[in-house]
């Protein structure tokens, strides 16, 4: 019996798999962390503590100030390989159908590698959201709850965090959101900033618009009927709410990730743990990036991959053509250059 030969290379596959689009995640349609390739699977990252500084006047043709050292640290972070394996065996081929296009057919190959794949990239995009997300709590994990790293003690740095008390009538809502543009303000240095934004749990964003001082404030503007009729967007399948206050742009994200628990059972997680939220800096030059580092592969090793091809995927024919085996891989890690910017908040009531 002759060989049973799979009708797609791994160029192919790559190619199919990153054709279909990532939709999901709210972190990925606001483009917070854009991906960056490497030459290696290691990053440095250098910081430094610099500011600008107002030049004085001189005479013309007089020679300029000269900068002081900035004072430079750094740190190296492997970015983290997050492999997947699909299968596609005889059995799930066999007596088969399906409907395609309003037509009924017999499940084949060719069909279920499409479907395959579609999965394949649905399991990576979610896995990027959750990488993002951790690099705005400043605390990376993988699927499983394993750290890969804590940004806070890899910079050797305090977390910033904000007690809103929503739960008290008297809270002055307007003075916590200044609390937190002033810290984000003041550590930005060599950084620039449009906009201070909030990524809140729905329990966090109930809380806030329905609190007696914003609500008191939102009435004696002549944008009273914004608060009753709340903007919502759909940012990555996401139907949060935002919502402006005390120039924060505060952003809800509902829903959770399927991760696994240390027993390995896949367990709901919140995407932002309830009575919390997440502020940063938005529009800035490059403080978010994602770093995308090379395929695992010998005949990849130490290549940047093509950014737009986040996802490689081989194929292997299992013996005595009981199927066909499916690998893929991503290689990426999140990472906010200055945690000092990230600012927790919480409603301690």
Known sequence: MPEILFPYSNVELTEEVNRIPNNFGMLNALNLAPDEPMASRYVRLDFRDGQLVVLAASEAGAPGQMSEQ??????????????????????????????INGMMS?????????????????HHAITLEYIRMGMLRGLIKDGRGVTLYD????????????DFVLGTAGTNVYEKCEEVIDHIQSNLKGETSTQVE????????????????V??????????SRLQDI??????????RVFEFGQILFREYKGTFPVRNSSGVITSEAIVEAGKGHAYPAGTQNLFRTYQGP??????????????????????VLDHGAGVEMKS??????????PNLLVEVITSN
Not at 70 to 82: A, K, R
């Open 70 to 99: 900035d004072e430079v640290g750094g740190t190296i972070l492997l970015i983290p390989h997050f492999p997947h394996l699909e299968t596609i065996k005889t059995e799930d081929l066999v007596g088969g159908v399906e409907v």
């Open 106 to 122: 017999a499940r084949n190959l060719n069909t279920e590698t499409a479907r395959r794949l579609n999965t394949i990239r649905g």
């Open 151 to 162: 940004l806070y003690s890899v910079f050797n740095l305090s977390k910033k965090t904000i």
């Open 198 to 213: 909030v990524i809140v749990s729905p329990s966090f964003f109930n809380k806030l618009v329905s609190h007696p001082n």
């Open 215 to 224: 609500e008191k404030f939102w009435i004696q503007t002549q944008q009273a």
């Open 231 to 240: 903007e919502r967007q759909n940012l990555g399948g996401n139907w949060g």
């Open 295 to 316: 395929v695992h592969h010998v005949d990849m090793v130490n290549i940047a991959p093509d950014a737009s091809d986040p996802i490689y995927v081989s194929s292997k």
């Open 329 to 338: 891989q991503s290689n990426r890690i999140a990472v906010c250059k200055q």
